[in-house]
Nanobody, 124 residues
Framework: QVQLVESGGGLVQAGGSLRLSCATS????????LGWFRQAPGKEREFVAS????????YYADSVKGRFTISRDNAKNTMYLQMSNLEPEDTAVYYC?????????????????WGQGTQVTVSS
């Protein structure tokens, strides 16, 4: 069992920044990937970014490239999402998720554990 807890969401004006955190605990596999997903009202949940825990390989959705940065602190078992130059279209509930194995994936079914989500609201 893996537990994921997100924090850091809030209300910010367009052009502003936020940093999300995802604290992990429990029995993670020896090699895994953590990802950020988001779900806006009335829309499907979508991939935002992912990072492999061992090698640190990162992937980003085209919509956030150059504005968001994913990182991790192995000692703290915590993943981060630094979001800059935020746009109203970034408004959503942001979820972190765990995937077994080293291969990255943008597909929701590949992830087996999910956090409860944190709300990010960007005002225009």
């Amino acid at each position: 069992q893996v537990q994921l807890v997100e924090s850091g969401g809030g209300l910010v004006q367009a052009g502003g920044s936020l940093r999300l955190s995802c604290a992990t605990s429990g029995r993670t596999s020896s090699s895994y990937v953590l990802g950020w997903f988001r779900q806006a009202p009335g829309k499907e949940r979508e991939f935002v970014a992912s990072i492999s825990w061992i090698g640190g390989t990162t992937y980003y959705a085209d919509s956030v490239k150059g504005r968001f940065t994913i990182s991790r602190d192995n000692a703290k078992n915590t993943m981060y999402l630094q979001m800059s130059n935020l746009e109203p279209e970034d408004t959503a509930v942001y979820y972190c998720a765990h995937k077994k194995g080293p291969a990255a994936s943008t597909h929701l079914p590949a992830y087996d554990y999910w956090g409860q989500g944190t709300q990010v609201t960007v005002s225009s």
